[in-house]
């Protein structure tokens, strides 16, 4: 059964920074574009930024870029999100995930219906 577990989450200040890591367990993910998405309180899910099997392709979501920097490491089957800049429209709850399934094994993007593996979310919280 595969496992996404998330970390790294917490309280910062607005300016601050904060590193979030997603380490993968029961298949290995390498082969598979991974992302991070966000979901405050009172709304929708939302993404926030995706990286391609080899890492060597990313995107991110306009109120984002420039300021978030996604990155993976196979060798770890893991994916970072480092957030800098952090504003308090930035608290939400993160999640990792992966599109593993065969139609998208080294691919370099996926639909963003097409993740099907999930984690249980990590809290970030931006005070003001």
């Known amino acids: 059964q595969v496992q996404l577990v998330e970390s790294g989450g917490g309280l910062v200040q607005a300016g601050g920074s904060l590193r979030l890591s997603c380490a993968a367990s029961g298949r290995t993910l390498s082969t598979y574009p991974m992302a991070w998405f966000r979901q405050a309180p009172g709304k929708e899910r939302e993404f926030v930024a995706a990286?391609?099997?080899?890492?060597?392709?990313?995107n991110y979501a306009g109120s984002v870029k420039g300021r978030f920097t996604i990155s993976r490491d196979n060798t770890k089957n893991s994916v970072y999100l480092q957030m800098n800049s952090l504003e308090p429209e930035d608290t939400a709850v993160y999640y990792c995930a992966a599109a593993a399934s065969l139609a998208y094994r080294y691919g370099n993007y996926a639909p963003q219906t097409s993740y099907n593996y999930w984690g249980q979310g990590t809290q970030v919280t931006v005070s003001s």
């Open positions: 990286i391609s099997w080899s890492g060597g392709a990313t």
